[in-house]
Structures are given as structure tokens and as C-alpha cells.
């Protein structure tokens, strides 16, 4: 592997009874804003807390710009980082919480007043720079978390969940003004988030951990497309599970043969993702793929959901529950549970996996 | 809290049991102006002269003088012990640290009558007996679990993650205790400072053990007066203790918030 700005080699966090973080490798480019996403204890915190110098690692190396920081203390590594619960200085105002970064570093009063004044602007706080974080509003406070931690123009900036404690609509809003701000100024980023579309809709890259491990890096597109493992198929985006026996690119499914790019012999499980499927019910013409190899099988209706703008449609095809969705055009009338429909979908789109889990 | 409406025997209920609490406090405040030789009440007449009295007489004040300059000196020893104390139990987590919390606050157990017994033989050896600095140790003995107590507790309240977003963004751990966990422990920090003050000026039992004719504390002196005298001196100097009672604990309602130091 190429090495990056941020390094990490080997990581490994363990506890008397549980390894948080097993022999964790990464490399990360300078400016690039990287997600490790993961379900709660997947270890994406625990490595977070190792790059910020919180918890010392039990083994392995970390290091920024080529300098070896994993015996550092927090203070000595040159870090922003922004909490979930934003940690915001309660005894201080705004301003003072902003200028503490700088004051640690021996910037002179007047300098860092007005660097203080900027990154308060940036966030789009002046005029509140005498308040105290508890007269802020939570998507305010974080804002503030924020300019504290850039103004200091860290080599690295981490975020812990910074946004789960915010509604969804705020949520939006910091989402991309976070990542606006990350690419003007360049800084090497790490955003923690158990948010798979906060992961794929702001970061360049996505680490998707798993019980310590790391099961992928890719690129948001990368992740969907073509995951690693089944983990990741079934964590990033919904998918319909389907387990067979594989012999050669070809697989039998419930004595139904289906094929999938890239399969090898024995058990194996497919994925499809629910919209990548065509549902065609009787009476319906069957879409036109081309001269696109496709899979094709028949099943049954169980249940219909209306979500507005799809159609959600549970079938049972052979003892295996699938879901497709159709997208909703305002005068159809839904297909009824009970009607024979048959679910066709292209070679290409069948993820296959070793059925190890 | 949330701010329910108090029901009317609820507001019944706490004024009988203010009533209750306070009367004999209250009582003393009339007997204290009594012109009377003799505490009675009520008072035959009424004057200012056990005020006048208690200016005049040096042993109460001298008394007076020794108790405050005895709880001042307790009060800063024990903060500056108790607070790394605190500190090294709460946050740097030392090896067998609730053992140590609790070794540290087990005279709170002990009857006070034993403890005092127990100092009284270990100072009599030490030649410690009737002295001033004997009366600052037994009294730190007294006074440290109650400080201990209430600076663990506020330390523990306190969200690490603030003290951590500290050294990331520089402050060695000093700088981050002087600049963060300090200024936010300052509740707890002010009552506890109020706590030692009153509990070392109103240390009675210890104190009986320690003292002499050399030096005396005012409940010492005070218990000593009303054991030979009857006459109302000690009602005056009462109220002059409620009046410093309540100083301190207005001082610490206008600084930290009575309601937020003592019952959160």
C-alpha cells in the first residue's frame, strides 16, 4: 500500500475480554474526508479515540505526515476533533471556546481574537460570539464544536457522530456544509458515522468496519457496487439475500438455476439490491434488456407497502423472501398479495459471496 | 426539576416541619435582648447589654478568634488535600481507588466520641495536646471526608469529553485541570469550602478532648459558660453564629446557587 498522510498500520485495541480493534490498516491521502462506518461496537470509535491520542493503542502504529504519533499524548498531536455531545466549554463564551485552541498555542491575543472572529463567521455564528453554549441551540453548539476545532487548522480533523444528536433536516444542513467547508480548506478528515448515507453522500472514501475488522475501503461508489464482503453488500444499501450452491458462474437457488459473475464452487450466498429488480406481474410486458445475460424467477405476492414515492413489495419466490420496489407514477393500482409475478434482473447486478456468515 | 405546582398539604406539611426545626433557633433570638440575669422566656425586659457583655468579655472573643482563625487554616488544608485527593481517585482512576475513597471517609462512620478518645491518646504521646496545631489536625480528620465526599461527587458529575476536547485542542493535563475541570467544579469547590468552614467552627466533641486552658474554641468556651452560668451571654453569641451561618450560606447561594451545590 501507498503510504498516506494518515497511516495506520496493524491498530489493535484490545480489552480483558474483547479486542475493540483487530490489526486495523489504513492509509488516507492529505485532504481527503474518509467515513469509517460501521454498527455500534464495530471498534470505528475506539480507532478514533487511538488517532486523537484518548486511548492508547495495545499495538500498532499511527502516524501523521510521516511522524510516528501512536506515544504521543493528545495534546502533542496537532488534532481537531468534534463530539457527538460537542464538549463545548460551558464556563466560557463562544468566543473564548474557539480561542482556546489558539491561546494553547501561543497565538498572541489580537491574532487569535480575529482567527476566532473568522471561524466563528465561517460557521455562521457572528454575532453570537459572547453567548455561552448554553444559550446555543444543538445544531449551534456544534457549529461552535466546529470552529474551535478548525481554527487551530489541525493536520487532522476527526468527528465522533458529530451530527446524531441533531434532527434530520439539521442534520442535512451541517452535512454539507461540513463537508463545503473539509474541501475548501483541505484538511485531512475522518468522519465516524453509523449513518450509511452520511457516509456515501459526504466522504471521499468509506471504511466499513465490522467487529473490530476492517471489511472495506472504497470509494462510496466502490461500496455499493461491488462489495467486498457480504457484510458490506448487506450494511451499505438494502439488499435481497439468496443462498445456493454454486458450480462454475452457474448457481442453483431452490432448484432454480441462476448465474452471477465471478462464482466459485460450493455454498454461496447472492445479493441483489431491491431496485435493481423488475417485477413483472401478468398481463405485464416483460422489460427489453438487450443481449444482457439476465436472471429470472417466479413468485407470489405476500405484502404491499405504500411509501409514497415507491411501492414496496414483498415476494415470496420459492421459500426465499425478496423485497422490489416500483417507483409510484400517482394513477396505478398496485399489484395485489396473492398475484404470480416473475422478478428479473441483469447478470451483472447478482453480488455473490462465500457463505462463511 | 420540573416546576409542578406544590399541593397545599404538602405546603402545610413543610411549614410545621420548618416550625418544628427552627423554634428553639428562633427562641434565642428574644433571649439574647433580655435584660434578665438568667435565661428565661420571656425576658422580664428587654436591653442590649449581654452584647455589650460578650465585647467585653476576652475569653469569648479570644475564643472566637482561635475558632475562625482554626476553621479558615482547616478549610484551605483540606481543600488542598482533598481536591488532588479527588482527583487522583476520579480521574486517574489509582490503583485501588475506591478502596482509598472509602478508607478516606470512614471517620464519617466512627462515633465522634471514640475518634476524639482515640486522638486524645495518640496526641497526649505526641505532646500535641492544647495546642493549635493539634486543634488543625484533629479537626482536618473531621473535615476531610465530608470535603472528600462532596469534591468526588462533583468530579464525578463532570462529562470527561469536555476535558478531553481540551487536549486536543493543546492544554497539557495541568492547564486542562487549572482552565477546565476547575472552573467547572467551582460549585462544588465553594460548598465544599463552606462545609469544612462550619463543620470545623461548630466542632464540639473533638475539641473537648484538645483544648485547655491555654486555648479554647468558642463551643468549647460556650459549653464550659453554660456549665457554671445561667445568665443569657450564650444567647447572644447563638445569634451572632446564626448571623455567620447565614452569611456563608448566602455567600454561597449569590457564588455557586445553594439549590445547585448542595442538592444537585
Redesign the interface.
Known amino acids: 500500500m501507498q503510504p498516506g498522510f494518515l497511516s495506520i498500520r496493524s491498530l489493535t485495541k484490545r480489552y480483558e475480554t474483547m479486542v475493540a480493534v483487530d490489526d486495523l490498516n489504513l492509509e488516507i491521502a492529505k485532504g481527503e474526508l474518509v467515513a469509517f462506518l460501521g454498527p455500534s461496537g464495530c471498534g470505528k470509535s475506539t480507532s478514533l479515540r487511538m488517532i486523537?491520542?484518548?486511548a492508547p493503542a495495545t499495538s500498532g502504529t499511527i502516524s501523521i505526515g510521516g511522524k510516528d504519533v501512536t506515544q504521543l499524548?493528545?495534546?502533542?498531536?496537532?488534532?481537531?476533533?468534534v463530539?457527538q455531545?460537542y464538549?463545548?466549554?460551558?464556563?466560557m463564551s463562544v468566543l473564548k471556546n474557539v480561542m482556546?485552541?489558539l491561546e494553547?498555542?501561543k497565538v498572541p491575543a489580537a491574532e487569535a481574537e480575529r482567527r476566532a472572529r473568522e471561524a466563528i463567521a465561517m460557521v455562521q455564528l457572528e454575532g453570537r460570539e459572547d453567548r455561552r453554549p448554553a444559550q446555543l441551540s444543538g445544531g449551534q453548539q456544534q457549529r461552535v464544536?466546529l470552529a474551535?476545532?478548525l481554527v487551530?487548522q489541525p493536520s487532522i480533523l476527526l468527528f465522533d457522530e458529530p451530527l446524531s444528536n441533531l434532527d434530520a433536516k439539521l442534520r442535512d444542513e451541517m452535512r454539507s456544509e461540513i463537508r463545503s467547508i473539509q474541501k475548501r480548506l483541505g484538511i485531512t478528515s475522518i468522519f465516524v458515522t453509523h449513518d450509511q448515507v452520511e457516509a456515501l453522500s459526504m466522504c471521499d472514501k468509506v471504511a466499513v468496519l465490522n467487529g473490530g475488522r476492517l471489511e472495506q475501503l472504497g470509494t462510496p461508489n466502490d461500496l455499493y457496487e461491488r462489495p467486498a464482503t457480504a457484510f458490506v453488500a448487506s450494511f451499505v444499501g438494502r439488499t435481497n439475500r439468496l443462498s445456493g450452491v454454486a458450480e462454475g458462474d452457474c448457481i442453483s437457488v431452490g432448484g432454480k438455476a441462476l448465474r452471477a459473475p465471478g462464482a466459485s464452487k460450493g455454498k454461496v450466498e447472492l445479493m441483489v439490491r431491491p431496485h435493481r429488480m423488475v417485477m413483472t406481474a401478468a398481463g405485464e410486458t416483460m422489460p427489453d434488456f438487450g443481449s444482457e445475460p439476465i436472471n429470472s424467477i417466479d413468485g407470489e405476492i405476500r405484502d404491499v407497502y405504500y411509501a409514497g414515492d415507491i411501492l414496496h413489495y414483498e415476494i415470496d419466490a420459492g421459500g426465499q423472501v425478496m423485497s422490489v420496489e416500483r417507483t409510484t407514477s400517482g394513477g396505478e393500482t398496485p399489484v395485489s398479495p396473492g398475484s404470480a409475478v416473475n422478478l428479473t434482473w441483469r447478470v451483472a447486478d447478482t453480488l455473490v459471496f462465500g457463505a462463511a456468515q | 426539576m420540573d416546576e409542578r405546582p406544590v399541593p397545599l398539604t404538602l405546603k402545610i406539611l413543610a411549614f410545621v416541619m420548618f416550625v418544628f426545626l427552627l423554634a428553639p433557633v428562633v427562641l434565642v433570638v428574644p433571649i439574647s435582648f433580655s435584660a434578665d440575669t438568667y435565661m428565661t422566656f420571656p425576658p422580664s425586659g428587654w436591653s442590649m447589654r449581654w452584647y455589650v457583655d460578650l465585647m467585653h468579655n476576652s475569653r469569648m472573643i479570644g475564643a472566637l478568634g482561635t475558632s475562625t482563625l482554626l476553621a479558615v487554616i482547616v478549610t484551605v488544608l483540606s481543600m488542598l488535600i482533598a481536591l488532588p485527593a479527588a482527583y487522583a481517585i476520579i480521574r486517574m482512576r489509582v490503583i485501588g481507588a475506591e478502596a482509598l475513597l472509602a478508607l478516606f471517609t470512614a471517620p464519617l462512620l466512627l462515633p465522634t466520641i471514640v475518634l476524639g478518645l482515640a486522638i486524645l491518646i495518640v496526641f497526649a504521646g505526641a505532646g500535641l495536646l492544647g495546642t493549635f496545631t493539634g486543634l488543625v489536625i484533629a479537626h482536618l480528620i473531621i473535615v476531610l471526608p465530608y470535603a472528600l465526599r462532596v469534591l468526588t461527587t462533583s468530579l464525578a458529575g463532570l462529562?470527561l469529553?469536555?476535558e478531553?476536547?481540551?487536549?486536543?485542542?493543546?492544554?497539557?493535563?495541568l492547564?486542562v485541570f487549572t482552565?477546565?475541570t476547575m472552573?467547572?467544579m467551582?460549585p462544588g469547590i465553594v460548598a465544599t469550602a463552606a462545609l469544612s468552614f462550619l463543620v470545623s467552627f461548630d466542632e464540639a466533641v473533638i475539641s473537648l478532648f484538645l483544648t485547655g486552658p491555654r486555648i479554647t474554641t468558642l463551643p468549647v468556651a460556650m459549653y464550659q459558660h453554660v456549665e457554671t452560668q445561667a445568665d443569657p451571654l450564650v444567647a447572644a453569641i447563638s445569634v451572632l453564629l446564626i448571623v455567620l451561618t447565614l452569611a456563608v450560606v448566602m455567600i454561597v447561594d449569590r457564588t455557586a446557587g445553594l439549590t445547585k451545590t448542595f442538592v444537585k
Open positions: 486523537a491520542g484518548l499524548a493528545p495534546y502533542r498531536r496537532d488534532i481537531g476533533l463530539f455531545s464538549a463545548l466549554f460551558p464556563h482556546f485552541g494553547m498555542r464544536a474551535r476545532a487551530i | 462529562p469529553i469536555v478531553e476536547a481540551a487536549s486536543t485542542l493543546g492544554a497539557s493535563p492547564t482552565r477546565i472552573p467547572m467551582m
